[in-house]
DNA sequence: ATAATAGTGTCTTTCAGACAGTATAGT
DNA sequence: ACTATACTGTCTGAAAGACACTATTAT
C-alpha cells in the first residue's frame, strides 16, 4: 500500500478520537465430536457432538456459561487474539477455525455498546479444557409453519437448543422468522429463552447451521475425527451434526474420494473388523485449476 | 435477556473505558447487471457485473475510489448504519444485502486501528448513483501452480481484478496462496498492486467470490435483475459472473422451477420473440419442513 | 449360535452433459 | 433469404436412493 505525501501529513494532524468507538471481542465457538461408550461391548461408541463453554467469573452474567472470548487488543491481529485468547482461557492450541458473523446488536451486552467478531472452531483432541465444561448439543424444531401468499411465504419456527453437561443442562429457545416475497427475503431470530450469557446463543446457533451447511461441500470434518477412523465413525459423525440417518453403501460411494485407505483394522470389538482410513489430503485438487 | 441484581449493581458502577477499543467502519460492496447495447439491431446487449465505488474526499487516499463506508454510531444498530451511508452518500435505497466478513488486519488503515464490517450489496436498479462510479469489473487469473506432497498440496494463483469506468481504468493484483495438508488449510489473500483505497479490492474480491458460491444454491441472482426478464437473459447473467458458458437446453431443465412464465413476450428485436419470465418467491419453500 | 457391525452388488430413478434439430421475428 | 435468438427433443452416462445380500468377529 503506498501512502501519499499528502496522506503522510494528514496523518501526523490526525486525531485518533473523531469518532465514537465501540468496544470489540472476539468469541469463539468450540465443537468437539465425543464417543459415548453404551456398555454392550458389541455396541460401537454413540458419537455427540459438543460445544465448550466457560462460567463467567464477573459481572455481567456472573456464573453463567459463555463462549469463550475476549476483548481484542489493538496491536493484535482478530485472530491472533482469538488463538491467546482460546489458548489461555481454556488451554486449547492448534484447531481448525473459520471466522463466522460479527454480531453488534445495540442491546446485545449491557454494559455499552460491543460487537463480537465471531469464531467457528473444531477440534479433535479429548483431553479436557480449563475454566468450563463441554456440554452435548441437542437441538429440537418444536413447530415450523408456513404461510403460503401468492407472492412469496412467511415461514416460523421455534428452536429448543439444550446444552446438557454432567451437571448442569441449559435450555435455549430460538424463534426464527423467513419472509419471502418477489422483493426481498428477512430472516429473524430471536431468543425466546436462555441459560447462558448474552446472546451466545445465537452465536452458537449460527455456528451450528455453519458447520452443518459445510459438511455437504467441504472435507471440514476432518477436522472433527481422530487422524484414523473407521467409514462407520465417519458416517456417523455426519449423521450426528446434521440429524438424519444415511444409507450406508449409498455413504461409502458417496465418500469414496474424501478418504485413503489404510493397511490397519480394529480389533476387539465383538463384531466384524473394521478398515481404518485417513482424510485425503488431496481431495479437492481437482477443483482448482 | 434477565439481567441480575448483582448485574445491575456491576453496571452502575463500570467504566467504560477499561479496553482499548478500536474505530469500527462498515464497508459495502454494491453490484448491479448492466446491459450494454452492442449495435448490432440483432444482437441482444451484453449483461456487464459492475462495482460502485466512491471517490475519497479526504485524506487518507483522498481522491481514490474505495467502497462505499462510514465510521459506525454507537446508537444504530450495524445494518442500519450501512442502510444510512449507503442513501445518504450514494442515493440507493431498497436493496438486498447480506453481512460479508470483518476484515481486521492491523496495517488496513493507515491512520489507527479500523475494523470493517463488510456488506455485500444487490441492486437491480439502473439509475446513476452520486460522489462515484459504476466500474466495470474484469476478473482474469493471470496464473495457477500446484504443487502436490504426500500428505497435501500447496496452491498459488495470481489474479487481476481490473476495475474500468467510462473514465479510469484501475488495476489490481492479488495472489492467493492455500496450503493444504494432513493437519489444516491455510488461506492467504496478499494486494500485491492496487490502486484503489486501503484493502477495499480484497474486500471486492471477496464479494465476488460469495456472490458466485451463492449462485449455485440460491435465488440471489433474481436481486440483480428487473422484475420481467428473458431465459436468455438470466443465463447471460450466471455466465458473466461465473465467467463460463453455459449449455442452453440444460440450464433451461434446471431453472425450470426457479422462475415463473408470464404471458408477456418481447418484440422489436430482430428474431423470434421471448417469452418473459419473473422470480418463483416460493421456489425454496420445499427445502423447509 | 448370536448379535452387531463391515462391506458388496445391483436395480431404478433422476439428473447433468452434449448436441441436433425446429421455430420465428425483423430487415 | 438471412441472421440471431428461442425453444424442444433425445441420447448417454454418472450419480443418488433404496435395499438385498454376504462376511466376520467376540462372547
Redesign the pocket.
Known amino acids: 500500500m503506498q501512502i501519499s505525501n499528502e496522506d503522510k501529513k494528514f496523518l501526523e494532524l490526525y486525531s485518533d478520537s473523531v469518532y465514537e468507538k465501540p468496544s470489540v471481542t472476539v468469541d469463539a465457538v468450540i465443537f468437539r465430536l465425543i464417543d459415548k461408550d453404551t456398555g454392550?461391548?458389541?455396541?460401537?461408541p454413540e458419537k455427540k457432538l459438543q460445544v465448550y463453554l466457560t462460567k463467567r467469573k464477573f459481572s455481567p452474567f456472573k456464573d453463567k456459561y459463555a463462549v469463550v472470548g475476549t476483548f481484542i487488543d489493538l496491536n493484535t491481529e482478530l485472530s491472533n487474539t482469538m488463538k491467546l485468547c482460546v489458548k489461555n482461557k481454556v488451554g486449547l492450541e492448534n484447531f481448525y477455525y473459520e471466522q463466522l458473523y460479527t454480531f453488534g446488536e445495540k442491546q446485545r451486552d449491557p454494559r455499552t455498546r460491543v460487537l463480537s467478531v465471531s469464531y467457528m472452531l473444531l477440534t479433535n483432541k479429548n483431553e479436557d479444557l480449563q475454566n468450563g465444561a463441554w456440554f452435548d448439543i441437542d437441538l429440537k424444531q418444536v413447530s415450523s409453519e408456513i404461510i403460503s401468499r401468492d407472492n412469496g411465504y412467511s415461514h416460523s419456527k421455534k428452536i429448543e437448543l439444550t446444552l446438557i453437561s454432567e451437571e448442569i443442562k441449559l435450555k435455549n429457545s430460538l424463534n426464527i422468522k423467513i419472509e419471502k416475497d418477489n422483493i426481498e427475503k428477512l430472516r429473524e431470530v430471536e431468543i425466546t429463552e436462555s441459560d447462558i450469557a448474552f446472546d451466545h446463543i445465537k452465536i452458537i446457533y449460527y455456528a451450528l447451521e455453519r458447520l452443518k451447511n459445510k459438511l455437504e461441500y467441504t472435507d471440514i470434518i476432518f477436522n472433527l475425527l481422530p487422524e484414523k477412523f473407521?467409514?462407520?465413525?465417519l458416517k456417523n459423525s455426519y449423521e450426528v451434526i446434521l440429524g438424519e440417518k444415511l444409507?450406508?453403501?449409498?455413504f461409502?460411494?458417496?465418500t469414496a474420494d474424501l478418504v485413503l485407505p489404510l493397511n490397519e483394522?480394529?480389533?476387539?470389538?465383538?463384531?466384524?473388523?473394521?478398515?481404518l482410513f485417513k482424510a485425503n489430503p488431496n481431495w479437492d485438487k481437482e477443483d482448482i485449476l
Chains 1, 2 share one sequence.
Open positions: 454392550n461391548y458389541r455396541k460401537l473407521t467409514l462407520t465413525e444409507l450406508d453403501a449409498n461409502r460411494r458417496k483394522y480394529t480389533s476387539d470389538k465383538g463384531h466384524r473388523p473394521s478398515q
